[in-house]
């Protein structure tokens, strides 16, 4: 079992910033992919941007293209999610989540709240 726990969410206005880590610990072995979705309330949840492991090639949303940047830490199992510019529609329930292969995703974390204030 892989144990994925989020952090840095918060409050903050329209057009700042807040960073988010996503420490993994448990059983290890070769991740594929890490990712970070997010869900607002009353509405699906959403993919944000994906980082492949081992090269480092990174996928965003359109939504997020340009303002957010993934990053990874392999000596720490650690993921980053960068969010610059912020609107009031980034509000929402930002979970990650590992992948041991090309395919869905294996586990996930609780979530953490960002709410970005007009």
């Known amino acids: 079992q892989v144990q994925l726990v989020e952090s840095g969410g918060g409050l903050v206005q329209a057009g700042g910033s807040l960073r988010l880590s996503c420490a993994a610990s448990g059983r290890t072995f070769n991740y594929y992919k890490m990712g970070w979705f997010r869900q607002a309330p009353g509405k699906e949840r959403e993919f944000v941007a994906q980082i492949i492991w081992s090269i480092g090639t990174t996928y965003y949303a359109d939504s997020t293209k340009g303002r957010f940047t993934i990053s990874r830490d392999n000596a720490r199992n650690t993921v980053y999610l960068e969010m610059n510019s912020l609107k009031p529609e980034d509000t929402a329930v930002y979970s990650c989540?590992?992948?041991?292969?090309?395919?869905?995703?294996?586990?996930w974390g609780q979530g953490t709240q960002v709410t970005v204030s007009s």
């Open positions: 989540a590992v992948a041991r292969t090309p395919g869905k995703y294996d586990y």
